[in-house]
């Protein structure tokens, strides 16, 4: 069975700082990883994903994220914070039955001015 | 851009009651999904649709749960008699295709709330 753990439920950085959001797997299988961001009272939109093709993934609004097979992690990092990042933020792994997403519990971004 | 839409965005309902929640997914994708999230709980998965078919659903999409394609739009979820428990953030998701690195887009959600 595949799972993910992200650690902090909530993170606070100042504006301008740099965002860490950390993601742990665990797969049996080589795991392909998503990041969707959550706004308020929107629905989740994918950020990157890890397909294999390339271990350090660009996103959208500044975001990458690297995958590390020997940590099992797939944290997600913007050099510089900007107010419009506060949001939920979920970290996934897809596996072969019915290509369901099980995702991890969410980390609420936000930043300070 | 296209988009997957979702109705209502809140729905209230007496527990013991029937709710269908419906989407509308992105007109050329193939895949369908519904997830739902607890409040304070993690999204999860519950079942996947395609062809007219569940693909896969897992241990919380029990019997009084169903989908379908009623048309060539809509794709429903329906709680046959809700409980307490079924109050939630439901979440409908559709891609254009199965392979593992296929992107779900998702819909902004209906709260249900059961009383």
């Known amino acids: 069975a595949q799972s993910v753990t992200q650690l902090g439920s909530h993170v606070s950085v100042s504006e301008g700082a740099l965002v860490l959001l950390r993601c742990n797997y665990s797969?049996?299988?080589?795991?392909?990883l998503f990041w969707y961001v959550q706004y308020p009272n929107q629905g989740l939109q994918l950020l990157l994903k890890?397909?294999?093709?390339?271990?350090l993934v660009k996103g959208i609004n500044g975001f990458e994220a690297e995958f590390k097979k020997s940590e099992t992690s797939f944290h997600l990092t913007k050099p510089s914070a900007h107010m419009s990042d506060a949001a939920e933020y979920f970290c996934a792994v897809s596996s072969n039955a019915g290509n369901m997403l099980t995702f991890g519990g969410g980390t609420r971004l936000m930043v300070k001015p | 851009e296209p988009e997957v839409t979702q109705t209502p965005s809140h729905q209230v309902t007496q527990m013991g009651q029937e709710v269908i929640l419906r989407c509308v997914p992105i007109?050329?994708?193939?895949?369908f999904y519904w997830y739902r999230q607890i409040l304070g709980q993690k999204v999860e998965f519950l079942v996947s649709?395609?062809?007219?078919?569940?693909?896969?659903k897992s241990e919380i999409f029990d019997d009084q749960f169903s989908v379908e394609r009623p048309d060539g739009s809509n794709f429903t979820l329906k709680i046959r008699s809700t409980k307490l428990e079924d109050s939630a953030m439901y979440f409908c998701a559709s891609s254009e295709d199965r392979g593992l690195t296929e992107t779900q887009y998702f819909g902004p959600g209906t709260r249900l709330l059961v009383l």
């Open positions: 797969s049996s299988v080589p795991p392909y």
């Open positions: 890890y397909t294999s093709a390339a271990t």
């Open positions: 649709f395609y062809n007219n078919e569940i693909s896969e």
């Open positions: 007109s050329n994708h193939l895949y």
